[in-house]
């Protein structure tokens, strides 16, 4: 069974930095897509940031590109995200999710579309 459990979030300030865990279990890192969405109060989940094994790239949504920054331990089965020069736009309920097996898209298309499991979310607040 693939589990997701994602850790990390909670308050901050503006400007601040928190950095999310997610441990995979039930599956390994080889092929796979893994990634970070959120979902803001009143607004459409959105993926912030993506890894597909088919292409070997990361993705980022435009608006935390060059602050935060995706990066998975394979040996581990843990991918974190850094989160710096954080916003208050940036708050929301932080989800890891992951498709298991040959990825059919890359990561532009797996934070576009989503995944197949998901873990539970972590709140991620930024003060103001």
């Known amino acids: 069974e693939v589990q997701l459990q994602a850790s990390g979030g909670g308050l901050v300030q503006a400007g601040g930095s928190l950095r999310l865990s997610c441990a995979a279990s039930g599956f390994t890192f080889d092929d796979y897509a893994i990634g970070w969405f959120r979902q803001a109060p009143g607004k459409e989940r959105e993926g912030v940031a993506c890894?597909?094994?088919?292409?070997?790239?990361?993705y980022y949504l435009e608006s935390v590109k060059g602050r935060f920054t995706i990066s998975s331990d394979n040996a581990k089965n843990t991918v974190v995200l850094q989160m710096n020069g954080l916003k208050s736009e940036d708050t929301g309920v932080y989800y890891c999710?992951?498709?298991?097996?040959?990825?059919?898209?890359?990561?532009?298309?797996?934070?576009?579309?989503?995944?197949?499991?998901w873990g539970k979310g972590t709140q991620v607040t930024v003060s103001s």
């Open positions: 999710a992951a498709y298991v097996g040959t990825p059919t898209y890359g990561s532009y298309g797996y934070c576009k579309v989503g995944m197949e499991h």
């Open positions: 890894i597909s094994s088919s292409d070997g790239r990361t």
